[in-house]
């Protein structure tokens, strides 16, 4: 199972909020804590996060999860509470199964669906013809 805050925080919001930045609602609606971006001040330097002290990216991390986690445990309470919560997680299994298909593929049979275009054109062509014939009798 996952658990995806911007996307229970979409359900939430009634799919107004379509891009909910984690760290944006933590502070805003879930009572965490401001954070200094400090290893933003190294990206906008151009410094990739392998460049960063180790100690600041693993320090930043933990305090990431324990605001995920505060976000979530809130969410939950919140999608229950508006009896939304079996709906979120189902929605949540989608996204894990998108997110696998999206990084594995999915395997189509060329030939089936090129069996499935030429046939698709050939109907197109006649519907095409008998739309062309029955609209004669009032264009011309």
Not at 43 to 63: H, R
Request: with cysteine; net charge negative.
């Amino acid at each position: 199972k996952v658990y995806c805050p911007q996307l229970a925080e979409y359900i939430l919001s009634g799919q107004r909020h379509k891009y909910p930045a984690l760290r944006d609602i933590a502070v805003t609606k879930y009572g965490c804590k401001e954070r200094e971006k400090r290893m933003e001040e190294y990206w906008d330097k151009g410094i990739d996060t392998g460049d960063i002290p180790v100690d600041l990216v693993l320090e930043d991390v933990y305090n990431d999860v324990l605001d995920t986690e505060q976000v979530m445990l809130q969410q939950i309470k919140l999608l229950k509470k508006e009896g939304m919560y079996q709906l979120t997680m189902q929605m949540m299994e989608g996204l894990l199964s998108t997110t696998e298909m999206e990084a594995n593929g999915m395997y189509i049979d060329r030939s089936l669906f090129d069996g499935n275009k030429l046939q698709i054109q050939t109907d197109i062509e006649r519907l095409t013809e008998e739309l062309h014939q029955l609209s004669d009798k009032y264009w011309r």
